[in-house]
């Protein structure tokens, strides 16, 4: 089974940018498509972005497009997503997911 660890949340303030990272422990990495999800609070988990295994195709939530970039290095086991004008909206936990499995999470708070 596939192990996600993500990595780079924090506090940032509106306008902000954050580079969300996801290490993946499987061998196979490169056969799986990815995703980032996120979490507000009192709110369902949503897709925000995902990849294709071989990074040739993108899509976004409308409430991210222009903003946000996921993008993956398959040598490297690791999966990106990109921050960028981050607005309060954004404060969510973040997920990565693929390969059947969830990331721990991690937090990103967008507040002045």
């Known amino acids: 089974q596939v192990q996600l660890v993500e990595s780079g949340g924090g506090l940032v303030q509106p306008g902000g940018s954050l580079r969300l990272s996801c290490a993946a422990s499987?061998?196979?990495?490169?056969?799986?498509?990815m995703s980032w999800y996120r979490q507000a609070p009192g709110k369902e988990r949503e897709l925000v972005a995902r990849i294709t295994s071989t990074g040739s195709s993108t899509n976004y939530a409308d409430s991210v497009k222009g903003r946000f970039t996921i993008s993956r290095d398959n040598a490297k086991k690791m999966v990106y997503l990109e921050m960028n004008s981050l607005k309060p909206e954004d404060t969510a936990v973040y997920y990565c997911?693929?390969?059947?499995?969830w990331g721990q999470g991690t937090q990103v708070t967008v507040s002045s």
């Open positions: 499987e061998f196979s990495f490169s056969y799986y498509g």
């Open positions: 997911k693929g390969g059947g499995s």
